[in-house]
């Protein structure tokens, strides 16, 4: 140890002889500070101007440190361009400079040499990340409340990453007497690991293999704050390889070594690496740590309360993929690897989840028109040439009514869908229409609990008087927030479960969540009356949605509830009188954690009711009376008089609710002054923020269990204490006075040890 070390030591001293230790220390830290101080600058500035300014400042560890332009994020991106300038002489310059021999006939062994000289990348590494770390260290006395542990996780792994870049070049260093030639095979064998994932990952094995050997993305995970031992794993393997590729290098230079010989020791090097690096990933065998405060990069405690439900039984997660639709490319065989790593927090508590893909071609919406714009050619033939051109074997895919056989894809409209199957039952997850497309935690937390639950949500729609529909497309009808497949808010994708019962044919179960009365434009017969009383007085939950047009058809279920409708409100001051922005109110705010998110940036969330009249209770029915939404005090009622109850200038009650205690439960009712509010008209407006608040309503009747609460505590980190001055200060101090006094150093010491 004591020779490693003496070595490391020298070569640390030759490096400081020359300026390019130094320049590079220098230009570290100028990087750093035109990453940080400009962060800063620009939060102080936000934070100064206040208003609805200030209401996305949060989480500014991650802001300023690990986002997709923080400081260590963007460093990530620049390491390579500084270990290749320190690392190409560091053993071709012994052999350019004939001092190599001296080594070789010393009493130092190759293993020695090799190691000293990579103990010394590792201090010189371990200065860098200090560099690093001052900024960290900034950080947290300018931001209270600052994430430690994501600035931990992170330089953690900058400096993994740093050091296996240090042992690449450090075999490249091994291989020419050059060193311009060892610098420049080391930014190809960067540039070979950063893009191996993306090479031949359609070949399961091979795809296997590559993912393995990329460094793309390993040190991301730790810089955002979680720390997996796969990813340590992997940079102790990959750096453990390229030092046994140098000291196998440099036995081959001091005795002559047969060349089967040498390719059995590199053989077997790799093949202990791959075993390793291949057990080490197994989700049995992944650890893993989460630095952040709150855990925010761990699935919440609801989402592992679920998971610990399914106990020791295996989860089969199987996404069936047109060729044809439009999302095809999400899950093709080439993002297998991106699929396993957005199921793996699942996979960190439930390792038994299996992933299968079944891929297939059908007509989907979107593609109706194929054949008529192929003539002449069957389907099967125009799926076989659009598999051709994308590279992907035709045998691959079966037919739809192969595929039918085993899931009724066709009743999906052939989308790209995700079956999970466990314990005997089976649900569908979709893909969505926004941005993400995939599930979020939310949605697949919403699925577990179907495949887990024997008391499913049930929403059941009133039909047989004309009422609005939960299964109709046109624009008075519900379909875009109940039961439309691509929307991620709708009903059946949080976790609901929407049904049609008629009023006249059928009674009302015991069973349903709430009933939902759209809009009647018949009237309701002396039966149907009869059953929505029985219903509501044995506890029932309701919701009534109104128009003042039609008024009279459901005054009967009303005055059940000592609620009447009032006179058309109209808006001041605007283009459109009739259309009504009611604000959510505080009892509505706590109907979600999210919906409070949402409320916070809308400052506040406006709902959109054209239409809308008020409501008044008269409280006769015994009912704890809440307002949902109301207007502001710009809306006025357009009757001349006005109507006992409510005040003259507003805020009217545009949306209500009603609970009681009854039976050894709390009944809810929500009653509407309007019924488009939650209509496809109202949905497909493309300013509309009204599908934020149909989740979190109809989740009040099921006492907050749906949707599933996957929110984190609320990040503390959402401020600086710093001002302009003080960056002011900043920029003086990292802009001006450390470059000079590095600079000034440098020249000292550099002309005392020419000097001496």
């Not at 937390?445 to 529909?469: H, M, N, V, W, Y």
């Not at 059928?506 to 009383?533: H, N, R, W, Y």
């Amino acid at each position: 140890m004591k020779i490693i070390y003496r070595i490391a030591k020298n070569e640390l001293s030759i490096l400081f002889c020359s300026p390019i230790a130094w320049l590079l220390a220098g230009v570290f830290l100028l990087q750093g500070a035109m990453a940080y101080i400009p962060k800063i600058n620009g939060l102080v500035i936000q934070q100064d101007m206040g208003g609805a300014y200030t209401q996305d400042l949060s989480q500014l560890t991650n802001r300023i440190f690990s986002g997709d332009s923080g400081l260590y994020s963007s460093i990530l991106s620049k390491i390579y361009l500084f270990m290749p300038l320190l690392t190409m002489g560091l053993v071709s310059k012994e052999v350019s400079s004939g001092t190599i021999k001296l080594l070789y006939s010393s009493p130092v062994t190759s293993g020695q040499i090799i190691l000293g000289k990579f103990l010394s990348m590792m201090m010189y590494s371990l200065l860098m990340v200090l560099i690093l770390a001052v900024f960290g260290i900034l950080g947290i006395t300018e931001i209270p409340h600052a994430d430690i542990g994501l600035i931990c996780s992170a330089l953690l792994g900058i400096y993994l990453l740093i050091c296996t870049y240090a042992a690449v070049g450090l075999f490249m260093s091994c291989l020419s007497s050059y060193q311009v030639v060892a610098a420049i095979g080391t930014f190809v064998t960067f540039a070979v690991l950063e893009y191996m994932k993306n090479l031949w990952q359609g070949i399961d094995l091979v795809r296997d293999l590559t993912y393995f050997l990329s460094i793309s993305g390993r040190a991301q995970g730790m810089v955002e704050g979680l720390i997996s031992t796969k990813d340590v794993i992997y940079f102790l393997l990959i750096i453990s390889m390229f030092l046994l590729f140098s000291i196998i290098k440099l036995n081959t230079g001091r005795r002559p070594i047969r060349k089967t010989v040498i390719a059995g020791q590199y053989l077997a090097v790799i093949i202990a690496v791959f075993a390793i690096g291949y057990i080490t990933s197994i989700p049995y065998f992944v650890g893993y740590i989460d630095m952040t405060r709150g855990e925010t990069l761990t699935l919440t405690p609801k989402s592992r309360q679920i998971i610990k439900q399914m106990r020791d039984k295996p989860l089969v997660v199987t996404s069936y993929i047109n060729l044809f639709e439009s999302n095809f490319w999400r899950g093709t065989p080439e993002q297998k690897n991106a699929q396993l790593k957005r199921w793996e927090p699942y996979l960190r508590f439930k390792p038994d989840i299996k992933l299968e893909y079944v891929y297939y071609y059908g007509i989907s919406p979107e593609n109706g028109l194929l054949l008529k714009y192929n003539p002449g050619k069957t389907l099967k033939q125009v799926a076989k040439e659009s598999a051709t051109v994308q590279g992907y074997d035709f045998n691959m895919f079966k037919t739809q009514q192969e595929v039918n056989g085993i899931l009724p894809v066709g009743a999906e409209d052939n989308r790209y869908i995700i079956q999970m199957k466990y314990n005997g039952r089976s649900t569908i997850m979709h893909m969505y229409g926004d941005m993400y497309a995939f599930p979020s935690e939310t949605e697949t937390d919403a699925a577990l609990e179907r495949l887990l639950t024997d008391q499913p949500s049930i929403i059941a729609f009133a039909t047989g008087e004309d009422e609005r529909s939960a299964f109709k497309s046109s624009d008075p009808d519900y379909k875009l927030m109940t039961t439309e497949k691509p929307v991620r808010q709708s009903l059946i994708n949080q976790g609901f479960e929407v049904r049609d019962i008629s009023l006249q044919k059928q009674e009302l179960p015991s069973g349903i969540t709430a009933l939902v009365i759209a809009d009647p434009q018949a009237t309701f017969t002396p039966q149907a009356i009869l059953k929505i009383k029985k219903y509501i007085d044995s506890g029932g939950n309701l919701l009534v949605a109104g128009e003042l047009a039609h008024k009279e058809k459901l005054e009967p279920v009303l005055k059940l509830l000592g609620v009447e409708m009032s006179g058309n409100l109209r808006q001041q001051k605007s283009e459109s009188p009739d259309l009504i922005m009611s604000l959510i109110t505080s009892k509505t705010v706590t109907f979600s954690k999210a919906l409070t998110a949402v409320n916070k940036a809308m400052d506040p969330l406006r709902v959109s009711m054209p239409g809308a009249t008020a409501l008044i209770y008269n409280g006769n029915a015994g009912f704890r009376l809440d307002s949902l939404m109301v207007t502001d005090n710009t809306a006025y009622l357009q009757n001349e008089s006005q109507p006992a109850g409510l005040s003259a200038t507003g805020p009217y009650p545009t949306v209500i609710a009603l609970s009681r205690p009854i039976n050894h439960k709390v009944q809810k009712i929500v009653v509407s002054g309007d019924a488009d509010f939650l209509s496809n008209a109202e949905m497909r407006r493309g300013s509309n923020l009204n599908q934020y608040i149909v989740a979190p309503v109809f989740g009040w009747f099921t006492d907050g269990r749906l949707p599933v609460d996957t929110s984190h505590p609320e990040p503390k980190d959402n401020r600086v204490t710093t001002d302009l001055a003080g960056v002011r200060n900043l920029k003086i101090i990292f802009y001006g006075i450390i470059p000079v006094a590095l600079l000034s150093a440098m020249s000292i010491f550099l002309i005392r040890r020419k000097r001496k």
